[in-house]
């Protein structure tokens, strides 16, 4: 079994700065692609970065110049540096993790973390 256990999220005023931390554990072969992605109320689930395990990063367009995301592979964790917060980046912050076993891959996720970004 797989977990994913996000960290870091809060309540921040606008322009200020927050850090996600996303650790996966358990029986772990190899990670692909982790990334974060977001729901805000009312709204659908969406990508805001993924990095994977070569290196390559996407971002969201509302994100790019504010949010870095990286990763420590030897700790399976994936990190998100989010600067500059506006209020619309109020969502709670999922992380994902494409595990590869042996014999087969599979998508896991947390179980999110709240980011609250005051006007």
């Known amino acids: 079994q797989v977990q994913l256990v996000e960290s870091g999220g809060g309540l921040v005023q606008a322009g200020g700065s927050l850090r996600l931390s996303c650790a996966a554990s358990?029986?772990?072969?190899?990670?692909?692609?982790m990334g974060w992605h977001r729901q805000a109320p009312g709204k659908q689930r969406e990508l805001v970065a993924v990095?994977?395990?070569?290196?390559?990063?996407t971002y969201a367009d509302s994100v790019k110049g504010r949010f870095t995301i990286s990763r420590d592979n030897a700790k399976n964790t994936v990190y998100l540096q989010m600067n500059s917060l506006k209020p619309e980046d109020t969502a709670v912050y999922y992380c994902?993790?494409?595990?590869?076993?042996?014999?087969?891959?599979?998508?896991?996720w947390g179980k999110g973390t709240l980011v609250t970004v005051s006007s």
């Open positions: 994902a993790a494409e595990v590869v076993q042996p014999a087969y891959g599979k998508d896991y």
């Open positions: 358990g029986s772990i072969f190899s990670i692909d692609a």
């Open positions: 990095t994977t395990s070569s290196g390559t990063t």
